[in-house]
T-cell receptor, first 112, second 113 residues
């Protein structure tokens, strides 16, 4: 089965810096990758996704990079703001499955 | 906007009680899921359903059951609550076609004493 891991359980950054949250997965057949943000007291919220036919996808202040060779993806947040403080989860699915495997989450702490 | 609602934000129950957690989604999604979330363990799938009256076990189904009588509603049942079921419970829904994100409810914080 799939296993999904995050490199750091906690990441502290200064307001205005760029943040990078990393995620590794094990199944080379994985083809759909999602990042979620979970604020305190709320359920996870979709941020951005990427499919295996792409290496990079950009949203508003966020970029997801996918490296299929080393089975690694990252979420980059530009000009991090206090409102970005949350737990970030990557989720990975394969073979058209609608059931993703979640990583354990990285807590992003933004210092003013 | 997709909305997934859960019947309670906080619940306190006693050991041995039967507990019902309700989830409703308004996007006509085929799939619905129940997860529990514990510190350091991430999200673990308890049960999911891909259609009315259909259910499949997830990774940790023991001690739980589910019911899906209507497409928009998915219930999680703890037949006899135990203290190790104290957790945050999250409901989610998605379209049946793979490669689509899940939409989550706000969660129910259940404490079993």
């Amino acid at each position: 089965g799939e296993s999904v891991g995050l490199h750091l359980p906690t990441l502290s950054v200064q307001e205005g810096d760029n943040s990078i949250i990393n995620c590794a997965y094990s199944n080379s057949a994985s083809d759909y990758f999602i990042w979620y943000k979970q604020e305190s007291g709320k359920g996870p919220q979709f941020i951005i996704d990427i499919r295996s036919n792409m290496d990079k996808r950009q949203g508003q202040r966020v970029t997801v990079l996918l490296n299929k060779t080393v089975k690694h993806l990252s979420l980059q947040i530009a000009a991090t703001q206090p409102g970005d403080s949350a737990v970030y989860f990557c989720a990975v699915a394969s073979g058209g499955s609608y059931i993703p495997t979640f990583g354990r989450g990285t807590s992003l702490i933004v210092h003013p | 906007d997709v909305k997934v609602t859960q019947s309670s934000r906080y619940l306190v129950k006693r050991t041995g009680e039967k507990v019902f957690l309700e989830c409703v989604q308004d996007m006509d999604h085929e799939n619905m899921f129940w997860y529990r979330q514990d510190p350091g363990l991430g999200l673990r799938l308890i049960y999911f359903s891909y259609d009315v009256k259909m259910k499949e076990k997830g990774d940790i189904p023991e001690g739980y059951s589910v019911s899906r009588e209507k497409k928009e509603r998915f219930s999680l049942i703890l037949e006899s609550a135990s203290t190790n079921q104290t957790s945050m419970y999250l409901c989610a829904s998605s379209f049946v076609i793979g490669g689509n994100e899940q939409y989550f409810g706000p969660g129910t914080r259940l404490t079993v004493t």
